[in-house]
């Protein structure tokens, strides 16, 4: 008994070391297999993947909605000006006032600004064209434009129903700011007609002592409203309105017109018009009977070098309305020096410093208004961009200190008066007089 007892309690030793030595080798051995074939859970000390900073993390709550510039894309901005035709040099200049501008600025908040350029036509149609190609973008945050007021007027509309802000560097016709017409986010950095069909009247009557004198329109709301704000303002200073008539702005033939106006024998005709109509009235009005000595006088529609190549000598003794380029501050100094190396040549047209400063009010409200994301997206509302550029004040640009009012006009405006004059190189712009609004 004792010697079975013995071999039983060594067979039960056995059994105890080798199920010990099995279990210690499945642990040290087969570690790596239990790793992979294990449950999926992640360990309990790591914290499950997590959305992106939620703190970094942008909302548009834009009541009209918000534009999105990815990482690395650019700030797209466009502009809608006359840059082609007859009338070509007037939105060229200001184009190239916009590019002056954005190479001065560089980059906006980590991107940079890139232009989409289209042509207003400088009519109705173009402008009403240009506007539905832009808002068909809608990675485009806001628009320089238009050149020409009846482009304006449609284009202002497109714009204002699909939230877009538009800065207009040269439209002057005051339906555009007038509170009964004006569009939502409509602004413009160039003078009223208001202002600039008065100081017109005021020179001709208090400068040259004329009390007799008639005035030509092509039907634009920018040539009609010049027009009627200057006769209006002619006959409040004591002096008469002799004819006030309308031709086709591409007429060729204006002998009938003229021959109208000469028979109510003014000393001057304004005719606030564009560079084919301008240019054959003063042609035609040289050798028209009773014109021969009537002072001819025009404005900003014909401030250009298209028109003086247009109308010739002819053209002499001219006096014409516009914005007054005197400005003497050392942006504009800057500004000239780089236009000239930039384009070979001096400005060619009136509004290249209004298009500047257009521009930069549009980036300083981009600035101001733009959510900026951890990795550099921005997030720029409709609504707040508007609201930005109204509450532009004491802006310092080429054009003064510029401050918008309730109905987006923003100009610190001036108001000259050049006469065309014989200069070294030809024919030349010379100002004469001016009148602060």
Do not use: W
Not at 40 to 69: H, L, N, S
Not at 93 to 120: K, M, N, P, T, Y
Not at 281 to 292: D, K, M, N, S, V
Not at 301 to 321: K, N, R
């Amino acid at each position: 008994m004792k010697r079975i007892s013995y071999l039983l309690l060594l067979l039960l030793l056995a059994f105890a070391i080798v199920a010990c030595g099995g279990n210690a080798g499945d642990v040290v051995n087969n570690t790596p297999d239990n790793t992979a074939e294990g449950p999926a859970d992640e360990p309990a000390d790591e914290p499950a993947d997590e959305p992106a900073d939620e703190a970094g993390a942008m909302e548009c709550t834009d009541e009209i909605g918000c534009v999105t510039v990815e990482p690395g894309a650019p700030i797209r901005i466009a502009s809608a000006l006359v840059i082609t035709g007859s009338d070509a040099e007037l939105g060229l200049d200001s184009q190239r006032g916009i590019e002056i501008a954005l190479a001065q600025r560089g980059e906006v908040l980590g991107h940079i600004v890139e232009l989409q350029a289209e042509d207003d036509g400088c009519s109705a149609e173009g402008g009403q064209t240009a506007a539905q190609k832009i808002v068909s973008d809608p990675t485009i945050v806001g628009v320089i434009g238009t050149s020409c007021s009846g482009a304006g007027v449609p284009a202002a509309q497109v714009m204002g129903e699909n939230g877009y802000v538009m800065i207009s560097p040269s439209n002057t016709a005051p339906v555009l700011t007038d509170p009964a017409s004006r569009q939502p986010g409509y602004f413009r950095t160039a003078h009223n007609d208001k202002v600039q069909g008065r100081a017109m009247a005021e020179f001709a009557y208090n400068e040259l002592g004329i009390r007799r004198a008639a005035a030509i329109h092509d039907g634009d709301p920018y040539t009609e409203g010049l027009a009627s704000v200057f006769r209006d303002s002619f006959i409040e200073l004591g002096g008469e309105i002799t004819a006030f008539e309308a031709s086709d702005p591409e007429a060729s033939d204006v002998t009938p017109v003229l021959t109208t106006i000469a028979a109510t024998e003014p000393e001057m005709i304004y005719y606030p018009v564009f560079v084919v109509l301008g240019s054959n009235l003063t042609l035609q009005a040289r050798q028209t009977p009773g014109l021969e000595e009537t002072i001819l006088s025009g404005a900003d529609g014909i401030l250009s070098t298209q028109f003086l190549d247009a109308a010739g000598e002819a053209a002499l003794g001219m006096y014409l309305s516009g914005p007054d380029l005197g400005f003497e501050n050392a942006i504009y100094e800057t500004f000239l020096a780089e236009y000239q190396e930039r384009y070979g040549t001096e400005p060619t047209a009136a509004f290249h410093a209004h298009a500047y400063d257009a521009t930069n009010i549009l980036l300083a409200a981009v600035e101001q208004v733009a959510q900026v994301g951890d990795d550099g997206t921005l997030l720029i509302g409709r609504a707040a961009l508007r609201e930005a550029v109204a509450a532009t004040s004491g802006f310092e640009g080429i054009t003064g200190t510029l401050t918008c009012d309730e109905n987006g006009d923003c100009a610190d405006p001036r108001i000259a008066v050049n006469e065309v004059q014989e200069g070294d190189e030809g024919l030349d712009f010379v100002p004469i007089y001016a009148s602060e609004g």
